[in-house]
């Protein structure tokens, strides 16, 4: 008996890996997180196979469907929206799977992030521009952020920021990041990303808190920050630079 924990990526159910998907099609129990992963993305599931909505559930309450699961031998699909290694909140699941001695495996999902880049038909890291992509969130009911990696810290970096679960943090987001980005630096609002009411909103620092507010975004969104969102002039990389040789592009030899 396995737990499969599955990322089902952020909304879109053709974004699940093939892999995620035959999983979900033969595990006799499937448990999804209802609030992020559409039941679209679940449907798939085995005739007559138990299929639970854990959104509702505590964790003792989800733990006691994997132990009943794994006494009758069932192989469990866990499925968690996203990519399952990022705020998928498996580590305290996986600590116990541990100590009952039952088997599991993570299957990646396609990020929230990428997605949202890939729907904006953009490429966050461009020559001289943007290398680096920091993906972070802030501090409000949930868990404290560990020293050293407030918003002021990583902003000193002025890499991109993806910063999850802080839509309705925007004050402190630009309370942090406005001295050091400025005030005009873009902003980008990825609401519900694969979703068929998915939505974008552009802004800066000084103006995106009041647009989402007139827009009444309250959960389920992505804030992107970074001078990345306004490049259009850079250089071209040397990756595919007819000038620039290497290992499988070799310097040719001038004819003779």
Not at 76 to 93: K, N
Request: hydrophobic content about 45%; proline content about 7%; charged content about 20%.
């Amino acid at each position: 008996m396995t737990v499969y924990f599955i990322g089902a990526g952020p909304g879109d159910p053709d974004l699940i890996t093939v892999k995620g998907q035959r999983l979900i099609a033969r595990c006799p129990v499937c448990l999804y997180a209802g609030s992020l992963v559409p039941e679209a993305v679940v449907a798939g599931a085995p005739e007559g196979a138990r299929v639970i909505d854990t959104a509702p559930l505590h964790l003792d309450e989800i733990m006691a469907e994997i132990e009943t699961a794994h006494a009758a031998g069932h192989d469990v699909a866990r499925v968690h929206s996203g990519d399952p290694s990022l705020y998928g909140a498996i580590a305290e699941q996986i600590r116990r799977l541990r100590a009952a001695g039952i088997d599991f495996q993570i299957i990646p999902g396609v990020p929230a992030y990428a997605a949202a880049a890939a729907a904006l038909g953009q490429e966050l890291t461009v020559p001289e521009v943007a290398q680096t992509v920091i993906l972070t969130r802030t501090a409000m009911k949930s868990s404290q952020m560990p020293e050293g990696e407030d918003l002021a810290t990583l902003g000193r970096s002025r890499a991109t920021l993806a910063i999850h679960l802080s839509v309705r943090n925007l004050l402190h987001v630009e309370r942090e990041l406005a001295p050091i980005y400025g005030a005009d630096c873009p902003v980008i609002v990825a609401y519900r990303v694969g979703w068929p009411d998915e939505a974008f909103l552009r802004g800066t620092l000084a103006d995106i808190r009041a647009k989402v507010r007139a827009e009444k975004l309250t959960r389920t969104a992505l804030v992107f920050v970074g001078r990345i969102f306004e490049a259009t002039e850079f250089p071209d990389s040397a990756l595919y630079d007819a000038a620039t040789p290497h290992i499988l592009r070799p310097k040719r030899k001038k004819s003779a």
